[in-house]
């Protein structure tokens, strides 16, 4: 099934286009994307990761500026971010912290995945994401690197630099940017968006108490979240969801979008007990 996540991940991403070129541009970022503009107004829309990819791959290209995606993550506030993101950051230390965004994100994606791969001293903070040879993932990539940064600095602090990050492609020559906006070095070519922690600063405490009435338990997160079991069902009901902006969802154009045959189709669905027509 096609690897999913929610329009909320863009952040400023439309707003800063369309500021640099206007909405014809942002259209133009969209419709080479395969996505609807109308996820711009419902941010909770599940949408194929790989749409995501392509929309911020147009964007930096289309606004010649290798730096798009950090700014875009930079700007991102945490209420932009999702609700798991306070969950996450109400653990005590920074290493549990970590390990509750790993599994929250399950939440709302299916594909991509973090990781806090242990090490001699300390840990590797990973987010891996589906590769595809046929799209550019610089942009999209860099703008997770801030929203992994931002995380880690709710416990260590806004000064906190990492002593590198990787980063999944190979260097495109702006190195020194990426240093003067992120304060770590690059790593290129690498599998995964990764930051090396020591246990000292895994094991930081979370620096603010946090009232009783706003504490947040795993089970708040379940409900605000909508979570579905199955990843084909998601893939197919995405896809079915970005076909109703625009028209009623046809059997043809949501294969077509999954790029797959109609018959694929419904014989994946009809193996995990579903029909076109139940979804």
């Known amino acids: 099934s096609i690897p999913t996540t929610t329009a909320a991940g863009m ?29 711009i ?14 929309v911020f791959s147009e964007a930096e290209r289309l606004t010649g500026d290798p730096t798009f995606g950090l700014e875009i993550g930079l700007s991102m506030a945490s209420n932009e971010i999702g609700y798991w993101f306070h969950y996450s950051s109400q653990a005590e230390t920074l290493r549990a912290g970590l390990q509750r965004l790993i599994e929250t994100i399950k939440l709302f994606q299916n594909g991509p995945r973090g990781r806090l791969i242990e090490m001699k001293d300390g840990a590797m903070f990973s ?12 942009a999209h990539s860099d703008h997770h690197v801030q929203l992994m940064m931002s995380f880690v600095k709710r416990y260590r602090g806004l000064r906190w630099r990492a002593t ?3 980063v999944g492609y190979r260097d495109r020559g702006h190195g020194r940017a990426f240093l003067d906006l992120v304060g770590a070095q690059p790593i290129y070519g690498r599998s995964a968006v990764s930051i090396p922690l020591k246990d000292t600063e895994l094991n930081t405490h979370r620096p603010c108490r946090i009232e009783a009435k706003d504490v947040l338990c795993w089970q708040d997160v379940k409900a605000r979240i909508l979570q579905q079991q199955n990843d084909f069902r998601v893939a197919v009901e995405t896809s079915m969801s970005l076909e109703l902006f625009e028209t009623v969802p046809e059997l043809s154009a949501v294969a077509s979008r999954m790029n797959m045959s109609t018959r694929s189709l419904q014989r994946e669905l009809s193996i995990e007990g579903y029909s076109f027509r139940d979804l």
């Open 41 to 54: 107004e419902d941010r909770s829309a599940r949408i194929p990761i790989q749409s995501m990819i392509r």
């Open 127 to 138: 987010y891996f994401v589906p590769r595809d040879k046929t799209l550019s993932y610089s």
């Open 164 to 166: 590198w990050i990787a």
């Open 11 to 39: 952040g400023l991403l439309p707003e800063r286009r369309g500021a640099c070129a206007g909405s014809a541009a942002v259209e133009v970022c969209f419709a080479r994307a395969q996505l609807p503009i109308g996820v």
